[in-house]
């Protein structure tokens, strides 16, 4: 019998990894408040969930971005008809000016070299098919976002080499380990075509000094090889130092523009994951014709780009969020990393992203992934927090974990840091006599937090919507 | 060594066909009623404007769809959030409910089997790549629709080979035409994973019969293949025969939850019944759970937006509006297509008979100044640039025979529609062919009245052809043969 096609039958989609058996764990009892308040609570979830209000504001005072108002409804047919691959140009100007804006006015960006995408998903496997054939290879500094295996392999036959990055210099991108990377590609036989850049980093929340991105743009230029930025994290910068984008490096070194690509969303800035804009940037014009034809596979629906043109086109309202959603996220952050630290966790330091890079070494039983993956158990199951382990995104040291802060309101980080800390202290005591089981301690914690929960100035209302990750398009 | 992939630099992505050049030609000179009434009009683009304004009443009164609101309070963050790669339910539910109702409910959708993509361009490459592995094949009956080239092949590199149909028998598909494509396939050493059919058809316009669903369904049984019906137009059949989907057939022969059920699957979209391209709404239907979960996964590269979801969700749950909806839609779709080949008989040019789709399939073969196909791309640029037309040729859906055009006519009012024929008029007149054309229709349909000898010829006929398996159950369409065709087979019963 003729049967279905290798991509259906492989794993290629990467969904058995244990990135998302966490999720499983959260599905199958998922924290609320009230109805649940000893369930899971979602901190794998890289979702930017704190500028709501703000934005739910102007949509309801600008009715004529849903098309609601009068002349909307004759809008409706012009829109519901526009299926043109170049998108609209309203749409494109008001991305363009947007992304300007986040990066401070340094660099401007042409509307025309816009392309559109189903989400940066779509955006990263549209690059791979424009750039690489089956069998050649990308360069990925490690530790790095796990969809990245499917979006940039599963369809395209591409393969991954990573570029491993220590804890040792918090994780730098060294000269040495992208020359180690490109010889071990060399090596098997896989000719490099490009290297993926995240800048901000996913997971680390950091982002790349001015000498690190000179010395890969050097590396790629004397490589002859593609730079491809995934700048899906930019406006989530928080802190000092500020943020630089390829888009300035290459004002300033010498660079072949042909090499250079980015990727963007609205998914992580805005917090938009549900309306799919993807955009694919390229200096390159050839990828930008190639790219442009394969965007039929995944345009923007009309009526969300007539949102999004609206909305960021209105300069006031991004001037405003721009900062807000800086300050949010500050705050956000540095509560968090200040109650971690009070009970002896540490985290990578940063200032950027959804998430922070936790440092759990010290919990490890020993310094192996099998025991970063029995924490990583206990995490979820006896803490009842989701979090995502470092082996999770190619991460070559066990103890780190992500663990996302921006997908939940204040109360619900307080149950979590709640549990963090009756963790820790538990687990304190239990250093102590280190010959105790740690278990029967947790079982104990558990009764008491159940006790501690019920209060009802805990509660807060919740999206009505249970949230389902483990089928999320991008975490 | 090139720096981009081979993909990139090459032009499966089809965009250098005429089919392109056409629009291409059309953007730089669109015709406009008040501002360049002397433009190029655009029959090139199948698209279904004739009912669009019926969605603004319901809009108006359904406030909170376009809204973002539920009851009046706003659901804004709850959609930005949804990425489900499951989709909405009850848009699932709602599209599941209308594709029912779109075959008369003679077969009814699991909302579970539906996978959401970014409109049929994005379900059919998915289904690619989900049934087929790079270097396999599809067959495909022509002519097709030139988007297919792209679609099915550029990045999943899946070949086509084409199912040859022809104007003798209607452009049906025949059992001699499948086998002939199955041989070329292999002599290609291509594996041959499945036949893609267009139903109801995308240039032709019609539906398929239920022989040759029949046939179509033997064959993939037969051969352990897949078959993928793209029923995107099934909500244009505007007049008989009613439209007949291959799961109501299968339905019908008692053949599902057999093997062969899990091997035909759907593609759908809301582009054409609805008229909503824009919104990039399409569909797979598959009775194969483990195809539906790999196309589940693969959408994630192409979703749709939630916004969308959510508006068309209340749409479409509203079930007497669509009903409303679609009666209307197959009104007006079928007088704008009288008026089109009304008129264009008068010019004394004839088109396929159909009962479907927002085109017709025109036979221009008497104006061509030779039989081939540099004479139907002179023809097409002499309409292009002299007539100001932009119309499809044949060639560029693969149709084997030259000197067939495919002419949409849902994209534009009644009066383009009229000066588009009026054109087209003048232009038949200016080469002189009218007279001559319309002196040889009066006496065909005079000897049509003599129906045995009618029938006679062309029973010779298809006997000439040896098609047994098509005799026995074949509806024979009495609408159409071409001119030479007919004199041919007159000549050989007088």
């Known amino acids: 019998m003729v049967a279905i096609s290798k991509i259906a039958t492989g794993n290629g989609h990467g969904e058995d990894s244990p990135y998302f058996d966490g999720w499983k764990a959260y599905e199958t009892n998922p924290f609320h408040p009230i109805d649940r308040p000893d369930g899971v609570i979602q901190m794998g979830l890289a979702e930017n969930q704190l500028c709501f209000n703000f934005i739910k504001k102007w949509v309801m005072e600008h009715p004529e971005a849903s098309l609601c108002s009068a002349e909307g409804v004759n809008k409706f047919k012009e829109t519901a008809l526009f299926q043109d691959y170049h998108g609209m140009p309203e749409f494109r100007e008001a991305v363009a000016k947007f992304m300007g804006k986040v990066r401070g006015g340094r660099v401007k960006f042409d509307p025309d070299r816009i392309v559109m995408s189903g989400g940066a998903t779509g955006a990263h496997e549209m690059v791979a098919f424009c750039l690489a054939d089956p069998g050649e290879a990308f360069l990925v500094p490690t530790p790095y976002y796990p969809g990245f295996d499917r979006d940039l392999s599963w369809r395209t036959g591409v393969e991954l080499v990573p570029v491993v990055c220590e804890s040792s210099n918090n994780f730098k991108i060294t000269r040495a380990a992208l020359e180690a990377a490109y010889e071990k590609a060399k090596e098997a036989n896989l000719r490099v075509k490009g290297l993926l850049i995240t800048n901000p980093s996913n997971p680390l929340g950091t982002i790349l000094d001015q000498d690190t991105l000179k010395g890969i743009v050097k590396f790629i230029n004397e490589k002859n090889i593609h730079l491809i930025g995934d700048e899906i994290y930019a406006a989530t910068v928080f802190m000092e130092p500020e943020f630089v984008s390829i888009s300035e490096i290459i004002e300033e070194v010498e660079c072949n523009r042909d090499l250079i690509h980015i990727v963007y969303s609205l998914s992580k800035d805005m917090g938009f994951p549900g309306f799919r804009v993807g955009i694919v940037y390229s200096y390159n014009d050839a990828v930008v014709s190639c790219a442009r034809k394969m965007s039929s596979f995944g345009l923007v629906s009309s009526q969300t780009q007539h949102l999004i043109a609206k909305m960021l086109s209105d300069d006031d309202f991004v001037d405003r969020f721009i900062v807000e959603s800086k300050e949010h996220l500050l705050k956000r952050h540095k509560y968090f990393t200040l109650s971690l630290s009070q009970v002896g966790i540490g985290s990578l330091k940063s200032n950027a992203g959804l998430f922070i890079w936790m440092d759990l070494r010290k919990l490890l039983k020993e310094k192996t992934f099998d025991a970063e993956m029995d924490l990583w158990r206990v995490i979820i199951n006896e803490v009842k927090l989701n979090v995502s382990p470092g082996s999770s995104f190619h991460c070559d040291e066990p103890g780190w974990f992500r663990v996302c802060f921006a997908n939940m309101d204040d109360n619900t980080m307080e149950v979590a840091l709640l549990r963090i800390t009756t963790f820790m202290h538990k687990h304190n005591e239990a250093m102590v006599p280190r010959k105790l089981c740690r278990r029967a301690s947790l079982k104990l914690s558990l009764s008491r937090r159940r006790d501690d929960f019920m209060s009802p100035n805990m509660m807060s209302p919740h999206s009505p919507i249970p949230q389902s990750p483990l089928i999320r398009a991008r975490t | ?494």
């Not at chain 2, 250098?16 to 406009?32: A, H, R, T, V």
């Not at chain 2, 009304?342 to 008497?366: P, Q, T, Y």
């Not at chain 2, 139907?376 to 060639?395: A, C, F, R, T």
């Open chain 2, 1 to 494: 060594m090139g720096l981009l992939s081979r993909k990139a630099t090459c032009n499966t992505h089809g965009q250098d066909s005429s089919y392109f050049l056409g629009w291409q030609e059309y953007e730089k000179n669109p015709y406009n009623e008040v501002n360049n009434p002397n433009g190029i009009i655009q029959m090139g683009l199948a698209e279904n404007q004739l009912c669009l304004d019926l969605l603004e009443p319901w809009l108006m009164k359904n406030p909170d769809a376009l809204g973002l609101k539920r009851d009046g309070i706003s659901i804004f963050k709850e959609l930005a959030l949804f990425q489900d790669y499951n989709g909405f339910p009850a848009f699932k539910r709602a599209l599941a409910d209308f594709m029912g109702e779109i075959r008369g409910n003679k077969v009814s959708f699991d909302p579970n089997h539906v996978v959401l993509t970014a409109g049929a361009t994005s379900a059919n490459e998915t289904l690619m790549f989900c049934l087929a592995d790079q270097g396999d094949a599809f067959l495909l009956p022509t002519p097709y629709y030139p988007g297919f080239d792209r679609d099915l092949r550029w990045r999943t590199g899946v070949e086509i080979v084409p199912i040859h149909c022809t104007s003798s028998n209607g452009f049906k598909v025949t059992l001699p035409a499948i086998e002939q494509a199955y041989r070329q396939a292999q002599k290609r050493k291509l594996r041959v994973k499945g036949v893609l059919i267009t139903n109801p058809s995308n240039p032709l316009g019609t539906t398929m019969a239920r022989d040759e669903l029949d046939l179509l369904i033997n064959f993939i049984e037969d051969r352990q293949i897949h078959l993928i019906s793209d029923e995107i137009y099934s909500g244009t059949v505007f007049t008989s025969p009613s439209f007949v989907s291959v799961m109501e057939v299968l339905k019908d022969r008692n053949l599902d939850q057999t093997q062969v059920w899990e091997r035909v699957h759907i593609v759908y979209s809301l582009s054409k019944d609805l008229g909503l391209p824009g919104f990039r709404v399409g569909a797979i239907y598959s009775n194969d759970p483990v195809v539906v979960s790999a196309a589940t996964k693969m959408s994630s590269f192409g979703l749709v937006s939630s916004q969308t979801q959510y508006l068309l969700s209340a749409m479409l749950l509203d079930k007497k509006f669509t009903k409303e909806y679609m009666s209307e839609n197959h009104k007006r779709l079928q007088k704008q297509q009288k008026d089109l080949v009304s008129g264009l008989e008068k010019a004394g040019i004839r088109c396929l008979d159909s009962n479907a789709g927002l085109f017709c399939w025109v036979d221009m073969r008497h104006l061509l100044k030779s039989n081939t196909f540099e004479a139907e791309m002179e023809l097409w640029q002499k309409i292009i640039y002299h007539v100001k037309i932009n119309i499809s040729p044949g060639s560029s859906c693969h149709c084997i025979e030259p000197g067939w055009f495919r002419v949409c006519f849902a994209n534009m009012s009644e009066s383009t529609l009229k000066l588009a024929i009026q054109r087209l008029k003048s232009f038949v007149s200016s080469i002189g062919m009218k007279s001559q054309s319309h002196q040889e229709l009066k006496s065909l349909r005079r000897k049509a009245r003599n129906n045995w000898v009618f029938r006679l010829s062309l029973q010779s006929f298809y006997d000439r052809e040896q098609d047994t398996t098509t005799k026995v159950s074949f509806s024979y369409r009495p609408h159409f043969m071409s001119l030479s065709n007919i004199a041919a087979t007159l000549d050989a019963a007088a």
